[in-house]
């Protein structure tokens, strides 16, 4: 099946084509001709599927019979500033004239934002509290809307935007399509789902919660003192060549970046701490190459839109389970194959597997004795208590 067998305008099968995409994904094949048609979707597919250009093409088909006519007809809502402005990118690229976009996130000036709305811009990428910010300066009109977008849903409410989302879902029209996507549909998810969509179709390419098959995941148990020994260790191997290294903490990403600034390995870091600008210029360096390591918090997990991520490292076990299937995806996108490896303490087994639970799917564990590891096993074997490990060798550059 080809882009043009699914219904969608022939300008936008052309500028598929000119892209470079040949032929839709399943997430795609399935969501597309629903849409084009009126209905509401829930939609849910591992993430790297093509989830983005599944609501973006065929919400463009249908507004390319209204162009050159200002006003707000379509609102994308999405939890992170980087999630959003990839969308925006996306949109831009796939755009006919006559058609506007513009993406409203914090962290950015207002001016610019504000003559995008003021102009009449046609659709809207946003995050919701700078969403909300404008409505209550007055200055959004939702009378012409037609559509509503709900990208990530499960992350928004992660990150506490459930009553900006219902005030938001209050403002719009009640006649409209409503479309629901994400790579994880957690039992809340979908109340709140099914309280905002009309008799929905549910569109599922993949098990709920289960991690890309184009990953390879492992799992190195490591006593805690040694998990920058074991980070360093691995990073210092040649074909650990784009590495997006994951902490719980923001100032956890700020010391583990720090120390590899000094040993020389080429890295920045992205988290809610830092300016919008550092932000977008970590991701460049990044996406050119220029970095080879990025440190990230999960604020950046469904941002990151790179086909080339070698490798994803979760230095700490994250919490939320579906936080995890969001890390590993980084990896192994658009076809190609990645690599997972998660940094294991006994204090984290528990939150392992509730991943293992989640995704289906036992993670190898990996035992490298020089680091102190505990296999499964062992640690219930010793009832949750640490064995003896071994001393380390030293690594890095010696002081002068």
């Not at 190459?289 to 080339?308: P, Y």
Request: charge should be positive; hydrophobic fraction near 40%; charged fraction near 25%.
């Amino acid at each position: 099946m080809s882009f043009r067998d699914l219904g969608l305008h022939a300008a936008f099968v052309d500028r598929c084509e000119r892209l470079g995409y040949k032929e839709p994904t399943p997430i795609q094949k399935k969501a597309i001709p629903v849409i084009l048609q009126g209905g509401d979707v829930i939609g849910c597919a591992e993430t790297g599927t093509g989830k983005t250009a599944a609501f973006l093409l065929p919400i463009l088909s249908q507004q390319v019979k209204q162009l050159n006519k200002r006003g707000l007809r379509v609102l994308i809502l999405s939890p992170t500033r980087e999630l959003t402005t990839q969308i925006e990118a996306a949109c831009r690229a796939f755009l006919p004239k006559g058609l506007t976009c513009a993406a409203i996130i914090g962290g950015t000036g207002y001016p610019k934002q504000i003559k995008a709305l003021k102009e009449g811009v046609n659709i809207l990428i946003c995050t919701p509290g700078r969403l909300i910010d404008f409505m209550e300066q007055g200055l959004v009109n939702f009378k012409g809307l037609n559509t509503l977008v709900l990208d990530e849903a499960d992350r928004m409410l992660d990150m506490g935007f459930l009553p900006a989302i219902k005030r938001i879902v209050q403002a719009v029209p009640e006649k409209r399509q409503t479309l629901f996507f994400s790579a994880t549909m957690a039992g809340e998810i979908e109340r709140v789902a099914m309280s905002i969509v009309k008799d929905p179709t549910w569109i599922e390419v993949s098990k709920r919660g289960t991690a890309a098959v184009t990953v390879d995941q492992k799992v190195y148990p490591v006593a805690y003192e040694h998990k920058l020994p074991l980070l360093l260790d691995l990073l210092s191997k040649e074909d650990f060549e784009r590495v997006l290294v994951f902490t719980r903490t923001k100032r956890g990403a700020d010391r583990i970046a720090h120390i590899l600034e000094k040993r020389d390995l080429k890295s920045n870091r992205i988290h809610g701490d830092r300016s919008q600008s550092q932000r977008d210029a970590a991701l460049r360096s990044f996406k050119a190459g220029k970095t080879r390591v990025l440190v990230a918090t999960d604020l950046a997990a469904r941002g990151i839109d790179i086909d080339s991520v070698s490798h994803v490292i979760n230095y700490d076990v994250p919490v939320v389970p579906e936080d995890y299937v969001h890390r590993i995806g980084r990896t192994g996108r658009a076809g190609n194959t990645g690599r997972a490896i998660t940094l294991l303490t006994t204090a984290e087994e528990h939150s392992m597997r509730a991943i293992e639970k989640l995704t289906g799917q036992a993670v190898e564990r990996v035992v490298l004795p020089d680091f102190g590891g505990l296999t499964s096993a062992a640690l219930d074997s010793t009832n949750g208590r640490k064995a003896a490990v071994r001393p380390v060798r030293s690594f890095g550059r010696r002081r002068r």
